[in-house]
């Protein structure tokens, strides 16, 4: 199980990552009718995504982005990024997408990152704590 988490928070890791590094404005994460997750990078109106995560690991990156968000109660939340020792805030949004739950990462460019979710390691922080894992 712990090993599973690590890979899914490197995949999570991996994706934001890329999306920081493109340039785009938000990131969409919802379940693929293929099986996996459909992850598309959003500049401004216009999308570009595939499947970026297979079906073993779907759930636990959800659950990543759900605790570390803090949505246990509410829709939108808070996590600290660290991404190229840069410290970042992403804001998550958690809605229904035909039944199913999908979070929406919104991206910022500045000091602050808006997101609705990879040398030097980059962690997702709970909103409590920076401590990287």
Not at 52 to 74: P, Q, T
Not at 80 to 106: C, M, P
Not at 109 to 119: C, L, W
Request: aromatic share 6%; proline share 2%; charged share 30%.
């Amino acid at each position: 199980m712990r090993n599973q988490r690590n890979e899914a928070l490197r995949k999570l890791e991996k994706i934001v990552d890329e999306a920081v590094d493109s340039g785009a404005t938000s990131i969409t994460i919802e379940y693929a009718k293929e099986g996996g997750l459909d992850v598309c990078f959003m500049f401004g109106n216009t999308g570009v995504g595939g499947i970026l995560v297979d079906r073993a690991l779907e759930s636990e990156v959800l659950n990543l982005i759900h605790e570390r968000a803090g949505l246990k109660d509410k829709s939108r939340g808070l996590v600290h990024w660290t991404s190229e020792g840069k410290q970042l805030e992403i804001i998550v949004e958690e809605y229904d997408n035909f039944g199913e739950v999908a979070y929406r990462l919104k991206l910022k460019k500045g000091k602050r990152i808006t997101i609705a979710p990879r040398g030097h390691h980059n962690a997702l922080c709970s909103p409590k704590t920076l401590a990287q894992e």
